[in-house]
Every structure is written in structure tokens, then in C-alpha cells.
């Protein structure tokens, strides 16, 4: 007897960079911030009332919500937080489209999440290529016939960059059309959309605080946009889940989100480094498309991304690899320390020569 549903058997989920606990490694391989957290995030854990803890937390999230529409300059009724920006993410999908409707469109090369979601939902998609230099094809997308769209932007895995005002043509150009831009990895950019929320109804920005606020480990998110999509992402959650986000999150991100300063020097130290090291990939060979993310899509002739990921495991250093086509030319490598860096150049001088 097999107690499974067909959807539980058939569907291919989800496959997450390692987080391996049996070495130390020098850890590139899935987009974390090197620095640690702002130190308002340590003072709230120190002063935390764990009394509190017996309560449920705010089933919306009211605090962090109001700590967010102020740093993004919104209204709160403009927000919604979840648990990481994946599950907003997620339920963005049974919110917006139909599994009869004419999709889902986004790159072949992006977030492949996206398809996973899709596929879990029963939506269905259609498919852009990006151009060979890795740009998203805009022209393509807008032809596309869709429900909306998911745009990862900067895009993983390639680091590539849409500017503002190149969004704002393509946002009024599809009125009709919902735009989905997941930005997790912007603020090492600074071109965010979410100015462009007030005035396009068709535009949902998604934020994490995975990455620039170095808070992986807290699993929150948040959505910027019109009223009524927060409300359809809002009825989406209370079908799943009450409390995305706990207690602890809340404190911990509000305290986060209103600490400008700190962020703004840890974001200018990774920007540096990713310039740094990307000029050095360069002159070692390597292909890397210009990157507006944290990280660094860096592929050579001659030698494979499996290689390349192998080798460098081996020295003690883990890179992103995807055994697929065009990914497996490349490795994907997030920006490190300093010393981080060097270590991981060292190792690739090694491997070249
Ligand atoms: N979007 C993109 C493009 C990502 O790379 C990630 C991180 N894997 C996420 C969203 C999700 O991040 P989180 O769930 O940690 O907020």
C-alpha cells in the first residue's frame, strides 16, 4: 500500500545548497552574508522576555509590518511578511494564477524555485530564454502570453541586473499582466522597484532578509505592493498558516530593518569585494556576466563547473554547481571575507596551473 498522493510521488522538489555540519568549509556556495547581523539583533535576543513565548505572536505580523512600510516608505496595509521570502514566494502563486489561466512566465535560467512552486500549484508556465549574454529577453517576455510574471532581479543564478527605469518601461508596458520581482538580492544593487508600487498596481516586490541583513537563519520575508494583492497573499496564508512569523522573527527583523547604518557599511564592504574578486576571475580567464548581487557566475573553457566545484570542495571551499545545461560551464560563487576570497582565488590559481 502505498499511503503517498500522486502529487507527493511525482513531484521534484526543491534542492538546497548543503549546509554541511561535518567540516568546516569556507562557505560560498549559498548567497549568505559573511558579516554577522546588526548588534541591535544580539541586544534583542539578549533582552528577550521568554515569559512572552507562551503567547502566539501577532498573526499578522503588525510590529515588523509597520517597522517595514517606514524604512520602505509604504503604508502598512502595502506589506506582507512570511516565513522567508520563499514562502511568500509560494503562496504568491495560488494568489495570482489560475491552474487554467495562460501562466507563469520567466526565464529559463533564474530562481528555479519558481518552477517548483508552479508544478506544486498546477500552474502553468511559459518559458523566455534568457540572451546568450545572460540579459533577461523583456521584449520576449512582454510578447509572452501569460498571467504574469516572476523576475528575479538581480537574477540567480547569474548575478545580472535590471535598472529601475528599464523595469518601470516594462511594468507599464504589460498593465494587465501581475509583475513579480523578487528581489532578495537587490540592496547590493540599489535599484529597487518598490517605488514603482505606489503607482503600478500590476508591480509585487518581494524582499528577504536573508541576505543583506545576514539573517538566513530567521527565515523572514516581506511583499511591497498594492492593497488588494497584500490582501490575496494575506488570504493565501490564513489557508496554511496563521503564524508565519514567530515572535522571535518579528523582534529580531525590527530591529534589523531600522539599523540603516550598519547595513549600509556591511552591503558597501560585500559590493567591494564582489568588484574585487570578479576582476581577478577575469584576468584568471574565467566568463563571469557583470553582477549586481552578492555573488559571482564564473565559468572557463576547458574546464567544467563539476571541476571546478570538485576541486575546490576538495581545498576546503564550497561553491554552488548545477549539473544542467549552460549551468554546468559555470560555478556559482558567493562573495566572502576578505580573506575568504583569497583563499578561494588561491585555490583556483592551484587548480589552473
Ligand atoms: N529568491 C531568490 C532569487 C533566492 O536566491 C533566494 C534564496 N535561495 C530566495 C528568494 C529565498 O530566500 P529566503 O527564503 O531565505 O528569503
Redesign the pocket.
Known amino acids: 500500500m502505498d499511503f503517498l498522493s500522486k502529487k507527493a510521488r511525482g513531484i521534484v522538489p526543491y534542492t538546497?545548497g548543503e549546509q554541511p555540519k561535518e567540516r568546516r568549509y569556507i562557505k560560498l556556495n549559498?548567497?549568505e552574508n559573511p558579516y554577522p547581523p546588526s548588534p541591535r539583533v544580539a541586544e534583542v535576543l539578549r533582552t528577550l522576555e521568554t515569559e512572552d513565548l507562551r503567547r502566539y505572536p501577532r498573526p499578522d505580523a503588525g510590529k515588523l509590518r509597520a517597522a517595514i512600510a517606514a524604512a520602505e516608505g509604504v503604508g502598512a496595509e502595502n506589506v506582507f511578511c512570511g516565513n522567508?521570502?520563499?514562502?511568500v514566494?509560494a503562496l504568491s502563486f495560488p494568489a495570482f494564477f489560475d491552474g487554467d489561466g495562460a501562466g507563469a512566465c520567466f526565464a529559463d535560467l533564474t530562481?528555479s524555485?519558481y518552477e517548483v512552486f508552479a508544478a506544486f500549484f498546477g500552474i502553468p508556465t511559459k518559458i523566455v530564454p534568457l540572451r546568450a549574454d545572460f540579459t533577461f529577453d523583456l521584449a520576449a517576455m512582454q510578447a509572452a502570453d501569460c498571467q504574469g510574471y516572476y523576475i528575479?532581479n538581480p537574477n540567480?543564478p547569474t548575478g545580472v541586473g535590471i535598472g529601475r527605469a528599464e523595469m518601470e518601461r516594462f511594468v507599464a508596458s504589460v498593465p494587465e499582466k501581475l509583475v513579480v520581482l523578487?528581489e532578495?538580492?537587490m540592496d547590493f544593487f540599489g535599484e529597487s522597484c518598490v517605488p514603482l508600487t505606489g503607482k503600478y498596481p500590476n508591480v509585487l516586490v518581494?524582499k528577504?532578509?536573508?541576505?543583506s541583513y545576514s539573517l538566513?537563519g530567521i527565515?523572514?520575508?516581506y511583499a511591497v505592493g498594492d492593497a488588494v494583492l497584500i490582501d490575496g497573499l494575506t488570504r493565501m496564508k490564513d489557508c496554511f498558516n496563521s503564524y508565519p512569523v514567530d515572535m522571535v522573527a518579528e523582534a529580531v527583523c525590527t530591529a534589523a530593518i531600522e539599523d540603516k547604518a550598519y547595513y549600509a557599511e556591511v552591503t558597501a564592504r560585500v559590493v567591494s569585494e564582489r568588484e574585487r574578486v570578479r576582476a581577478a576571475l577575469l584576468s584568471m580567464g574565467f566568463t563571469v556576466p557583470e553582477s549586481r548581487s552578492n555573488f559571482l557566475f564564473a565559468g572557463r573553457a576547458k574546464v567544467s563547473g563539476g571541476e571546478i566545484y570538485t576541486r575546490l570542495r576538495q581545498a576546503g571551499v564550497l561553491v554552488r554547481y548545477w549539473e544542467k545545461p549552460v549551468l554546468r560551464d559555470f560555478v556559482r560563487i558567493t562573495v566572502g571575507t576578505p580573506e575568504e576570497n583569497d583563499a578561494l582565488l588561491s585555490q583556483l590559481h592551484t587548480i589552473l596551473s
Open positions: 538546497a549559498t548567497n522567508g521570502s520563499d514562502e514566494l530562481y524555485f528575479a540567480a523578487d532578495a538580492y518581494v528577504t532578509f536573508s541576505k538566513a527565515r523572514c520575508g
